[in-house]
T-cell receptor, first 112, second 116 residues
Framework: GQQVMQIPQYQHVQEGEDFTTYCNSS?????IQWYKQRPGGHPVFLIQ?????EVKKQKRLTFQFGEAKKNSSLHITATQTTDVGTYFC????????????FGKGTKLSVIP | GAGVSQSPSNKVTEKGKDVELRCDPI?????LYWYRQSLGQGLEFLIY????????KSGLPSDRFSAERTGGSVSTLTIQRTQQEDSAVYLC??????????????FGPGTRLTVL
């Protein structure tokens, strides 16, 4: 099945600093999804990217899908304490499958 | 509308006992997934149900783990002869199951299992 590498594993930032997490695949992806899991909570869907080079924004969050559809990034501008949590990317497990393979996640800590 | 629900929210059991974890997916969702998440770790896929098709059990870690989905709705994950390494949060998710699409998965709150 599809594999995806997510980096970094952990990130500690001062409140107000920017944050970026990356997902990389060795093969072309059909699409990619991003989820956020707050401490003690469950993963919640954020966004899905489908098109090559696609960029989507949600307030301070910017999601990008690479031109080759092999990588993606999530960038948070001016982090706030409410951004704390683990961010997962997820990709289709294989052709014709509904299943998602999740990256290992990036755990974000924001120091107030 | 109602989201995915799971019960119990917490379960403490003794090593060697069997446990059953329940998941109620969103009504109308044909796809249902079970994941395991150990403390501070990522999501480990366990099993996947899609409609009436045979489930994908490729993620089950041992034959002590089994799951069923009755009537295409409620699912039960059973762990027999629990071991301490089974301690984790067990998450259930459901999705619409549209052909040709990668579905958004909606997660339940999870069951925190502690094996003493």
């Amino acid at each position: 099945g599809q594999q995806v590498m997510q980096i970094p594993q952990y990130q500690h930032v001062q409140e107000g600093e920017d944050f970026t997490t990356y997902c990389n695949s060795s093969t072309t992806l059909s699409n990619i999804q991003w989820y956020k899991q707050r401490p003690g909570g469950h993963p919640v869907f954020l966004i899905q990217l489908v098109k090559s080079g696609e960029v989507k924004k949600q307030k301070r969050l910017t999601f990008q899908f690479g031109e080759a559809k092999k990588n993606s990034s999530l960038h948070i501008t001016a982090t706030q304490t409410t951004d704390v949590g683990t961010y997962f990317c997820a990709v289709n497990s294989g052709a014709g499958s509904y299943q998602l393979t999740f990256g290992k996640g990036t755990k974000l800590s924001v120091i107030p | 509308g109602a989201g995915v629900s799971q019960s119990p929210s917490n379960k403490v059991t003794e090593k060697g006992k069997d446990v059953e974890l329940r998941c109620d997916p969103i009504s109308g969702h044909t796809a249902l997934y079970w994941y395991r998440q150990s403390l501070g770790q990522g999501l480990e896929f366990l099993i996947y149900f899609q409609g009436n098709s045979a489930p994908d059990k490729s993620g089950l870690p041992s034959d002590r783990f089994s799951a069923e989905r009755t009537g295409g709705s409620v699912s039960t994950l059973t762990i027999q002869r629990t071991q301490q390494e089974d301690s984790a949060v067990y998450l259930c998710a459901s999705s619409v199951g549209l052909a040709g699409f990668t579905d958004t998965q909606y997660f339940g709150p999870g069951t925190r299992l502690t094996v003493l």
